[in-house]
């Protein structure tokens, strides 16, 4: 079983979440994890009965891990120490899935604004923490990157040079571990620039892309799913669910999703809506 799986910390973070702390660590496998009995704290659902039902699922108990994490305690006196405990966590890119799954009704109804809240901000502000170092969510800024504009446009490119200058840092320490002799140049900040318009520019083939047809079996996946979770919450879900497609694929539009991912998209979105409706039956 996948939470069997021990990964060593390699960096551990105190994430503040609209008034709640998470804690979320970056392993030896490169991902980020958050530790999910801190989540289910917050949200008041039980969290033995949350790791049940994410070990029932293929794509989130692949996602769940053991890891052990630093908390500090107070001795009596006042005395502040360290101390480990080993704690299940949830891999992020899966998170979202895991939340949709977690019914309005199942939480109190002073709790729900907060579900709602961590089903379309936590995975966002839990990755930022270690790409960017935001350690905290500002009420309100997943609604202004939704805005097109200039600014918005610098912001997304400036975290895609991020991404980017840390896999090269990254690719340069297992190389100098694993003692080969390979020189790597460190790319400045202009070359990286550049690096990234050319790969939007890659990205503007057509043959590089998914074909019409495909985009469309996309979109009806996006639309059964939005639509579900609609009737339960009232709300409008298509935003948040295109917003995930687009975060989880890295792209700006479903549009612009390279040809040799369009299998993987649509098991994700398979895969959403039987954890969001416990059905085998994919209308998609």
């Known amino acids: 079983m996948s939470e069997d799986k021990q990964l060593t910390v390699i960096d551990q973070r105190q994430v503040v979440f609209y008034g709640d702390e998470l804690i979320a660590v970056r392993t030896s496998d490169g991902e980020v994890y958050a530790a999910l009995s801190q989540m289910c704290d917050a949200l008041g659902i039980d969290a033995q009965g949350q790791a049940r039902r994410i070990q029932r699922h293929t794509v989130l108990g692949n996602g769940l891990i053991w890891v052990d994490v630093l908390s500090t305690q107070i001795r009596e006196g006042g005395q502040a120490f360290e101390q480990t405990r080993r ?11 895991w939340l949709s799954g977690i019914r309005t009704k199942s939480v109190r109804e002073d709790v729900r604004p907060k579900l709602e809240r961590f089903q379309h901000e936590a995975a966002r502000v839990l990755w930022q923490a270690f790409q960017v170092g935001e350690l905290s969510v500002d009420d309100g800024f997943s609604d202004l990157l939704e805005q097109d504009t200039p600014s918005v446009q ?3 490119l400036a975290l895609a ?13 297992r190389l100098n571990e694993q003692g080969r002799a390979i020189a790597v140049n460190t790319a400045t900040l202009g070359d990286l620039a550049q690096r990234v318009e050319v790969i939007e520019a890659d990205l503007g083939r057509d043959e590089r892309l998914i074909s019409n047809s495909e985009a469309e079996q996309i979109a009806q996946g996006v639309k059964q799913i939005a639509m579900f979770m609609s009737r339960n919450s009232g709300r409008n879900e298509y935003g948040g669910v295109y917003n995930e497609v687009h975060r989880r694929f890295e792209i700006p539009s479903y549009k612009m999703l390279p040809s040799a991912r369009f299998d993987e998209a649509m098991n994700f979105l398979r895969g959403w809506w039987e954890n969001l409706t416990d059905s085998g039956k994919v209308p998609f």
């Open 154 to 156: 610098a912001y997304k």
């Open 87 to 97: 704690v299940r966590a949830l891999r992020i890119d899966v998170v979202p899935l």
């Open 161 to 173: 040079v991020v991404k980017m200058a840390r896999q090269q840092v990254v690719l340069e320490s």
